[in-house]
C-alpha cells in the first residue's frame, strides 16, 4: 500500500473518471466500436443505447465481482457470459415491451451488447481482482465513456445527415440531408475526426479530458 | 418472382459479401479488424477462422432455433415444420446463442488440437476471441429475423458469405496498412483515428456495388 493520501469517496470515484478520460474504452483501447458505430445516425437511439449499456456494464461488473471467488478460473468466461446475456435479454424485453419502436430502430444492436468487448474487457481487467461497488463503479465509468463519445458522433451525423436533432430541424429548411453521412461511410469518417480531434488536444501521453466531458 | 432455393441461396451469398458485407454496412467484427489488420497473414488467420465458425454457428443456430425455440404456432404461421418442443423460448435466444457459439469454438479448439496440431498452432490464438467477435452472434440474431424468412441453404449461404466478406475487408484493410507504413501520417490520427477512416473510403468504395445485388 502507498501512502498516498486519498479520502473514501475520491478512490470510488477514480475508476469513474478514468472510464470517461484516461482509459476511455472507445478512444483509447478501441473497444465496443461495432455499435458505436451502428446506434450513432440519431441522437435518440445513441442516448438508448448508452443507458442499455450502462445498466448492462454496472450490474454485471457487480455480479461477476460477487461471483469472482467461487468461479473456477477455466470457466469464468462462459460464467461472464451468462451474466451478460442474461442482463441484455432484461433490456431488449424492456424495450420491446415499452418502447417497440425504439427496439426495432436499435435492430440486432441490442443483442449484440453482449459481445461488446467493452464489459467483457472490463470484467476481466478489473471486475476479476476487486469488490463489487468499486466493479460497479468502473464498469459504470467506462459505459459512461463510451456513451459520451458516442453522442458526440451523433451530434455530428445527425444534423448533416437528417438535419435534425432529436427529431427537431435546426439546419435551414433547404438544408439536403446528406446521404453520405447518414450512412455507414459518413458513421466510419465521424468516429475517425471525432478520433483526431481528441487525440490532438489531448495527445495520448497525457490524456487528461475530454471535450464531452466539460 | 419465382425463383428456386439455390438462385435465391446465391443471390444471398453475393449480396453478402457485397452489398451488406458484414462489416462494412453492418459494423459487426470492429473490434478484431482494427486490433488484428495489422498484418496479412495475422488477418487471414483470423478471417479464415471467422469464416468457419460463421457458417457453422449459423447453421447450428438455425436448427436450434427452429427446432427448440420458436413455438408451434409461430414456426406454422412462417410455414415451417413443427418444432419438437411447443415453447415460446424465443426470448432465450441470445443466450442460446452465445452460449452455442461459446461451446462451438471450445469444441473446436479441443479437435483441433488433437487432430492437427501444425492447424492448432496457426489458428488457435484466434479461436478464443472468436467467441466475442460480434460478427458472428451478429450473424445468428440477424437470420431469424422473421422477415428474411431464410431457409436451412439460406441460413449457409448467409453465414458464409458473412464470414467471406469480413475475410475480404480485413485483408484488404491489412493491404492497406502495410502501405501506411510509410506513409506521413499526422501524429493523433495514427492508429485507431487512421484505420477508422480508411475503412469509411473502403465503405464509400463499397457502395458502389449498391443495387447488384440486394438481400
Known amino acids: ?214 | 418472382m419465382p425463383e428456386s432455393a439455390l438462385t435465391a441461396a446465391a443471390v444471398i451469398f453475393l449480396a453478402a459479401i457485397l452489398t451488406n458485407n458484414i462489416l462494412l454496412s453492418k459494423f459487426l467484427g470492429m473490434c478484431s479488424f482494427i486490433a488484428l489488420s495489422r498484418n496479412m497473414k495475422t488477418s487471414w488467420g483470423m478471417g479464415l477462422a471467422v469464416t468457419f465458425v460463421t457458417v457453422c454457428t449459423a447453421m447450428l443456430n438455425y436448427a436450434i432455433y427452429y427446432g427448440v425455440l420458436i413455438s408451434a404456432a409461430d414456426a406454422a404461421l412462417q410455414g415451417r415444420p413443427a418444432p419438437w418442443i411447443d415453447a415460446d423460448l424465443t426470448h432465450l435466444a441470445f443466450l442460446v446463442f452465445i452460449m452455442s457459439i461459446a461451446g462451438f469454438v471450445q469444441l473446436v479448439e479441443m479437435v483441433i488440437e488433437r487432430f492437427s496440431p501444425v492447424l492448432y498452432y496457426n489458428l488457435g490464438i484466434y479461436l478464443p476471441l472468436i467467441t466475442v467477435n460480434c460478427a458472428i452472434l451478429g450473424v445468428s440474431v440477424l437470420m431469424v429475423d422473421p422477415d428474411r424468412k431464410f431457409d436451412f441453404l439460406a441460413t449457409a449461404a448467409y453465414g458464409l458469405g458473412s464470414g467471406l466478406g469480413y475475410l475480404l475487408a480485413i485483408c484488404l484493410m491489412a493491404g492497406l496498412r502495410a502501405k501506411l507504413e510509410h506513409a506521413d501520417v499526422p501524429k493523433a490520427l495514427r492508429g485507431l483515428g487512421i484505420t477508422v477512416i480508411i475503412t469509411g473510403v473502403m465503405a464509400m468504395a463499397f457502395m458502389g456495388f449498391t443495387g447488384v445485388v440486394d438481400l
Not at chain 1, 466500436?33 to 443507458?51: K, Q, R, W, Y
Request: aromatic letters at 8%.
Open chain 1, 1 to 214: 500500500m502507498t501512502a498516498v493520501p486519498v479520502g473514501g469517496q475520491e478512490s470510488l470515484l477514480k475508476p469513474v473518471t478514468d472510464g470517461i478520460t484516461c482509459d476511455n474504452p472507445v478512444l483509447c483501447q478501441a473497444l465496443g466500436i461495432c455499435s458505436a458505430l451502428a446506434v450513432t445516425g440519431f441522437v435518440s437511439t445513441t442516448a438508448v443505447m448508452g443507458i442499455a449499456l450502462l445498466f448492462v456494464a454496472s450490474l454485471s461488473c457487480f455480479v461477476v465481482s460477487l461471483l469472482r471467488n467461487v468461479t473456477p478460473h477455466r470457466v469464468r468466461l462462459i460464467v461472464e457470459m451468462l451474466v451478460i446475456s442474461v442482463l441484455v435479454i432484461v433490456v431488449h424485453l424492456f424495450l420491446q415491451a415499452y418502447w417497440y419502436d425504439m427496439s426495432s430502430a436499435l435492430g440486432p444492436y441490442v443483442a449484440l451488447i453482449i459481445t461488446n468487448c467493452l464489459i467483457l474487457g472490463r470484467c476481466e481487467a478489473f471486475a476479476l481482482r476487486n469488490g463489487p461497488v468499486r466493479s460497479a463503479l468502473d464498469g459504470f465509468g467506462s459505459a459512461m465513456g463510451y456513451a459520451l463519445v458516442l453522442l458526440a458522433i451523433s451530434l455530428i451525423r445527425e444534423p448533416l445527415g437528417h438535419g435534425t436533432v432529436l427529431g427537431v430541424q435546426v439546419m435551414p429548411e433547404a438544408w439536403l440531408p446528406m446521404h453520405l453521412v447518414s450512412g455507414p461511410p459518413g458513421a466510419f469518417l465521424a468516429m475517425g475526426l471525432v478520433v483526431w480531434l481528441v487525440r490532438t488536444i489531448w495527445p495520448e501521453e497525457e490524456p487528461t479530458e475530454h471535450p464531452e466531458a466539460r
